[in-house]
Each structure stands twice: as C-alpha cells, then as structure tokens.
C-alpha cells in the first residue's frame, strides 16, 4: 500500500513534540530514526514478560527466550537475505561490527605492505578502524577519490585494485551526500581478483531492500537505531567462510565450547562471535523494527522518501546563493546543502528555534568537508514518517534564515 | 571601569528588553556584525580554537595590568556572542577574569550555544580567556 503519513505518523507519539510552540520537524533521520510504539511495546513485553539470560538455564523462561532470539536471527537472515542464520552476528551496531572485521580478519589476513581500500566519503567509523588495523599490522590505508558530484571514480577504484589488496571497505549509502555506490559492481571487480569486501550499509537499510547474496559481498554491517530499531543493536554479516576462519573478537561466556587453564576451544558461529550475555531485548526490538519495514515494503517506502527528496530539492534550488554538496545521479534521502554566504551554524540555530531538526557540521565525514573545502552542511535526512508539508516548513524556516543573515 | 558582574547584569537588561527569541537572534547577529573582529592576516592558525563547526580566533595583550581580548569567528551566531564575551571581560584584572564564573550567559538563554556537543568553540574559547588571564596574572 502507499504510504499514509497521517496514519502512518500516529505510530511515532515524539513526531508530535513542540519545540519553541512550534511542531517538531524531524529531519534528522540519518543520525536515528524515531520508534514506532511496536518497537517500544516489543522491548517492554521482553522486560515484563519474557526476561531470562538465553542459552543457559533450561527452565522455561530462558528457553522462551532463547526461541525468541533465534527468531530474530531468521528474520535478520531472511531480511538481507544471508544463506545461513549463523551468518548473522548481532553487535551494538555498524560501529562495532567493523571494529569486528577490522580486528578479526586484520589479525589473520593482512601483513606488512599489505593494503586495505576505502573510499574518500566514509563515514569515521569506517575510516579510523583501519588505520588502526593498518598501523598495527604496518601495511596501507589506500582511499578511492570520488568526484565533485560525490561519486566514486571507478577507474581509480579498477586500477587500485591489486596483488596487495586484502579487502575493500566502502559504504553503501553516504550519511553525508546521499550518494549510493555501486556496490555489486565494486564487489565484482574486487572479486575478479579474489578480494573480499565489507559494506557499511548503515544508511542503506532504512531506505532499501538488501540482498547480500545478491551483492555477493564478503561482509555487510548495519545499525538498529538507523532503521527504526532500539539504539545499541546492529548486525554483521559475515560469510561463513570467512567468518569461520576469523578469529574471535571478543571474549567471554557463550563464545565458548570448553574451558580449561590451559587451553579453551571455541563455540561455533555465531556463538563464538557474540561474547557474553547479549542485548535480546534489543535484538527483539531491531526485529519488530524489520517487521514494520516489511509490512509497509520497500517499494512504498523508496518511493514515497524519492518523492520528497525531489520535492526538497526542487525547493530548495529556488533559494538564493544555495549550493547542493552531494548531487550524485544515484541517491537517498539526503540533501546537504549551504549557503555560500552563511555558516551552516548559523542556519542550523535558526532552524532548531523554529523547531527544525537538522544536523549542521560535517556529519563524521571530516574528509568530505575537506574535500569541498566548507566548514560542513546542512543535512536535511528524511524517514518515512516525513511529509511534503515538514519539506515546506523548513523553506520558510530558510527562506527566514536568508532574510536574517542575507 | 566597571567591573564584570556590573558588566554582566547590563547584557542581562539589555537582553530582558527582547519576548521573543527572534529578536534577541537578530541582535546577536548585529553585535556579530558590528564586531571589529580580527584582520584576515591575523587568523592564524595559532590564534585558532578548535570547536569542529565553527571556527573561532582569540587574541589577548595585556597592558597596564588589564587583559585586552580580540576575537572573531566564521560563523555569525558565534561572533555575536564573542562580542559579548569581549564586552564582559576585556579590559579586567587577570585576576577578576580568572574568578569569573560567566552565568550570565545562561541568564540571557544562551547557555545552549556553550554546551561541548555544539562544538562551535565558545566553550573552549571561554577556557582559552582565562587561561590568557591566568598567564599574564603569574608573569607578575
Ligand atoms: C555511513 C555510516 N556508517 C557508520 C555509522 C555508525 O553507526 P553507529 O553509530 O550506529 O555504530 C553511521 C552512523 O552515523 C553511518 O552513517
């Protein structure tokens, strides 16, 4: 079904917040989403009735409990499509997730000289990983440039490709342009020459159905709270294997099979990447957050978040001195912009007063910043609880901002 | 010379004048504006406080046992409250600046643009005035 804002907002109590007396825009989306009152309800009734430690006790709760979390593996596996449930490895996030492959695959596949491709417009957390991986293992951070337009120059990317390129890490959607890369074929090049790659797709699962045997990568790391789901949860997934051949990230209890003084063996997958008592409750929560994407499908949410996307931009091309930081062909639910004559500071207060929520600054894409030489943006990032009507707010709100400062 | 609180409770009447927050915003923007600022020469990077939004200089001299400040920032909102910032404390005793205990930007409702998440600079900005202050205070 089309998407029906005014029904659709009545699940999100917050969207009806005042700010200053005025309502809430929220356009903030690519920093968190809001939660619909499902999420909510499923984390409570995990507290109220259902809460045990999984896999331990063989009493009833626990055994609930451990059901319900397996649950959620499948529907995670069924979501992006993974061959094996025991692909799916639940983190507290995109971040941490990378930090897993970062340390993990680092320690066993890459040695001095080696090198690990990123691209110019990851986001901090697919950058400093790296670094650190790449410092401790003395081999090379290389960074695919992109274009003006935000877009990732290919035959670059073609050409680094090598004899001493262990894997490629690129994001899937830009938090801080837009741009969607062309990830299936970035993985296919990488793959001609037996090079694994790990997608950040952080930004892409809120906005678009993913299938990770389609795109055959080695590894795809995605957030919770992005996506409508509870803050501290998030999924890696990881090909079995490469996975089985990872040595543990961190350690604990369940990641175990023995233990002894001397010498422990190790749980199989995912077990042995999910060290401790994990978060069921916002493991339960991320899958409502799934079953309610599903349920509106992503062809509706895609297609109603492109019909605003081009109306924001349609707009906001009208407003004097503006420029566009981001105008990839491919892109989602982003639109950064500044004013030539104004700090996107400056704009970004105005706003917030007139109950506008946007992110100002360079989004934790410092090099991006760098690259166009400005002091940052200002990101409008839409949901899809988002309206023509909020896009129409916030021109006014800009066209105010031009008169106070213009 | 009056000293700082008087200087203080004089931004808090004038900010009383303002009900309405755009007002009070388009007056900061005017005290940004009509900030001598700092020359473009003299925005080196040594000057420079980092707050990763916006960017914010900060000079000091101290003469005849009063610390002068010059400041300015690429960002309007910013420079408005530096010059409020300049007003209250340049000129004082090293002394006088260091005890200052700047409530009185919470009082005109601007605490928000001091918080560490703004990253705008004033925080550190107001740090760096009195480690200024503090420096002259010991070179006496
Ligand atoms: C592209 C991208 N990668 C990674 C992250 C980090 O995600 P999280 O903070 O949920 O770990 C973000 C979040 O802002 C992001 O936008």
Redesign the pocket.
């Known amino acids: 079904m089309p998407i029906h804002t005014d029904t659709l907002r009545k699940a999100f109590p917050i969207l009806e917040t005042k700010v200053n007396g005025r309502p809430l825009v929220y356009f903030d989306n690519?920093?968190t989403t809001q939660k619909p009152v499902s999420v909510l309800e499923r984390l409570r009734n995990y507290y109220e009735r259902e809460n045990s430690n999984i896999h331990r006790g063989a009493h009833f709760l626990s055994q609930q409990a451990t059901d319900a979390y397996e649950g959620a593996s499948k529907t995670m596996q069924s979501f992006i499509n993974a061959k094996h449930t025991h692909e799916v490895i639940f983190t507290?996030?995109?971040?941490?997730s990378?930090n897993l492959v970062a340390h993990s695959f680092c320690s066993k596949f890459v040695k001095a000289g080696d090198e690990i491709l990123i691209s110019a417009m990851e986001?901090h957390?697919?950058i400093v990983p790296w670094q650190i991986a790449c410092r401790e293992k003395q081999a090379e951070l290389k960074v695919i440039p992109m274009d003006e337009q935000g877009e990732l120059c290919m035959d670059a990317y073609r050409d680094m490709l090598g004899e001493k390129s262990r894997l490629v890490a690129i994001?899937h959607?830009?938090?801080a342009l837009g741009t969607v890369n062309p990830v299936k074929e970035m993985v296919g090049l990488a793959h001609e020459k037996n090079i694994p790659v790990m997608i950040?797709g952080?930004?892409a699962t809120p906005h678009m159905a993913v299938d990770v045997q389609e795109l055959d990568c080695d590894f795809y790391c995605f957030?919770g709270?992005?996506m409508y789901g509870p803050m501290g949860v998030?999924v890696l997934y990881g090909k079995e294997a490469w996975l089985n051949q990872m040595p543990p990230y961190q350690s604990g209890g369940e990641m175990i099979r023995e233990v002894g003084f001397k010498k422990t063996t190790y749980n199989e997958l995912p077990f042995k990447f999910e060290a401790g008592t994990p978060n069921v409750a916002d493991v339960l929560g991320m899958e409502t957050a799934i079953q309610f994407i599903l349920k509106l499908g992503h062809q509706h949410i895609s297609a109603h978040e492109n019909d605003l996307l081009h109306y924001a931009t349609g707009q906001l091309k009208q407003l004097d001195n503006i420029r566009f930081v981001g105008t990839a062909a491919q892109r989602t639910s982003v639109v950064s912009f500044l004013f030539e004559d104004i700090h996107p500071y400056d704009t970004g207060t105005i706003l917030d007063k007139l109950g506008i929520a946007v992110r100002t600054g360079h989004h934790?894409a410092q090099p991006i910043m760098d690259f166009y030489q400005i002091p940052g943006t200002v990101r409008i990032s839409l949901a899809v609880y988002n309206t023509r009507r909020e896009i129409d707010v916030c021109m006014d709100a800009l066209t105010r901002v031009r008169e106070m400062f213009g | 010379m009056a000293t700082i609180k008087e200087k203080e409770q004089e931004v808090i009447e004038e900010f009383e004048l303002f009900d309405d927050w755009m007002d009070k915003y388009n007056y900061i923007i005017d005290l940004g504006k009509a900030l001598p600022g700092i020359d473009e020469s003299n925005r080196e990077d040594k000057y420079l406080i980092k707050g990763c939004q916006a960017r914010v200089w900060l000079l000091a001299e101290y003469k005849d046992g009063k610390v002068m400040y010059s400041a300015d920032s690429d960002a309007l909102i910013t420079r408005g409250i530096i010059a409020l910032l300049v007003r209250v404390l340049s000129g004082q005793a090293p002394a006088d600046i260091v005890e200052a205990d700047m409530s009185f930007i919470d009082r005109i409702g601007l605490k928000e643009h001091l918080s560490a998440t703004r990253s705008n600079g004033l925080l550190n900005m107001i740090k760096q005035m009195k480690l200024y202050a503090l420096a002259f205070q010991q070179k006496n």
């Open positions: 690519a920093a507290r996030g995109t971040t941490e990378i986001h957390s697919n994001t959607v830009s938090n950040d952080a930004q957030s709270h992005k998030g934790c």
